[in-house]
């Protein structure tokens, strides 16, 4: 990959990363100490998972859409 391209790849993901900062500032706002909706998850061995099991303990949730 040439310095341009390398160049431009960061343009654009700082962009991209400044304009998700810009647009989640508002949700936020309206989300803040608001509960999170219930719902259930398969775990990886098969098992399902609700939110709610984990009630008053910290969550982190890391997904990827593939479309």
Same mark, same amino acid.
């Not at 998700?20 to 949700?27: A, D, E």
């Not at 998972?49 to 479309?67: E, T």
């Given at each position: 990959?040439?310095? %341009?391209?390398?160049? #431009?790849? &960061? $343009? #654009?993901? &700082? ?13 936020? +706002? %309206? #989300?803040?100490?608001? +509960?999170?909706? =219930?719902?259930?998850?398969? @775990?990886? =061995? &098969? !098992?399902?998972? %609700? $939110?709610? @099991?984990?009630r008053?303990?910290?969550?982190? $949730?890391?997904?990827? !859409?593939?479309g």
């Amino acid at each position: 990959m040439s310095n %341009r391209h390398v160049m #431009l790849v &960061g $343009l #654009l993901a &700082g962009a991209g990363l400044l304009a998700g900062c810009r647009l989640g500032t508002g949700v936020r +706002e %309206r #989300l803040a100490g608001k +509960e999170a909706p =219930d719902f259930t998850l398969k @775990s990886l =061995d &098969g !098992a399902s998972v %609700r $939110l709610s @099991s984990f009630r008053g303990k910290p969550v982190m $949730l890391a997904y990827w !859409a593939v479309g």
